[in-house]
């Protein structure tokens, strides 16, 4: 893990608040998990 990013356990507390991207139209999104980390 990389000094700022976010461990399983954190991840978890916030993965809910993030939209589904399934069955989305468009491109595809990327994971909110590596995006936020970014």
């Known amino acids: 893990m990389r000094r700022y990013e ?4 954190q991840w ?3 993965s ?3 939209p589904d991207s399934e069955g989305q139209r468009g491109g595809q999104w990327k994971d909110h998990r590596m995006v936020l980390n970014g």
């Open 12 to 14: 978890g507390k916030i």
């Open 16 to 18: 809910d608040l993030f």
């Open 6 to 9: 976010l461990n399983d356990e």
